[in-house]
């Protein structure tokens, strides 16, 4: 062998090595890419059966290529703008689920450790909801007073109000009537029953075991912080498929 001949092929060393770490670093990140991808789309399409709407789901900047095979996640971020807790309309939700573990079973989904949520729901939102339960026909505008911690629904064009304060007592929401009168004469018990029956079944089902942390008025409308601890994901009922990561 000529001294140039293996000159040749020692230079040639760097070369098929900086290829090789090339192709595996395109791999590890085609893999990575493809792993998200699929972990997003079964994440999304496992919370929004618990949370009952078009959601996004972020996995931040955790490796998931290995999480896809151990199906077991640190955390996930949720974040929908049309929840529906009970029978509520266009609730905004930000969420965080932690110690995620998607391994299922005949009678499981998987397992969650904690989780956390911010939620807003609007005067509009709240209106909507009123109007899709049927109540809406004689309500005709919500408005809220942060000072006070209330908020006050115009009936029947404003000929008669109704004021209710929100309030977490324990694990639980309590909506309260503090007004109800047309010109100083008290509604229909009945109507005034309506409206706080769809506020309270809209602001005390959470889902993944969360319980209420605190609620405020504000100019908006509402605004809650939830939060949960460990959690088991029910499997698919009925005519659902059950998710598989």
Not at 115 to 137: H, K, P, R
Not at 141 to 151: I, Q
Not at 207 to 232: F, K, W
């Amino acid at each position: 062998m000529t001294h140039d001949t293996a000159s040749r092929r020692r230079s040639r060393v760097p070369l098929i090595a900086g290829v090789l770490v090339i192709v595996v670093i395109a791999a590890l990140v085609g893999g990575e890419f493809y792993a998200r991808n699929r972990v997003e789309n079964c994440l999304t399409t496992q919370f929004e059966s618990e949370l009952g709407s078009q959601i996004d789901v972020g996995l931040g900047l955790q490796p998931v290529l290995f999480s896809l095979a151990t199906k077991k996640f640190s955390s996930v971020d949720i974040s929908s703008d049309d929840t529906k807790f009970g029978p509520a309309q266009d609730m905004q939700v930000q969420a965080t689920v932690n110690d995620v573990d998607l391994t299922s079973t005949d009678t499981t989904s998987g397992q969650i450790g904690s989780s956390s949520a911010d939620v807003t729901w609007s005067t509009g939102g709240i209106l909507a909801t009123l109007q899709e339960q049927g109540v809406g026909s004689v309500v005709s505008g919500v408005t809220s007073d942060p000072a006070a911690g209330t908020l006050k629904f115009a009936i029947v064009g404003g000929l008669a109000e109704l004021t209710v304060k929100p309030v977490v007592q324990g694990d639980t929401i309590e909506v309260q009537t503090t007004d109800a009168s047309i010109l100083g004469i008290g509604i229909p018990t009945d109507l005034a029953d309506s409206v706080v029956s769809v506020l309270t079944d809209s602001l005390q089902a959470y889902p993944l075991g969360m319980t209420p942390d605190a609620l405020e008025v504000t100019d908006a409308g509402i605004r809650m912080t939830l939060s949960g601890g460990q959690y088991t994901i029910p499997a698919a009922q009925g005519g659902q498929q059950q998710v598989t990561c």
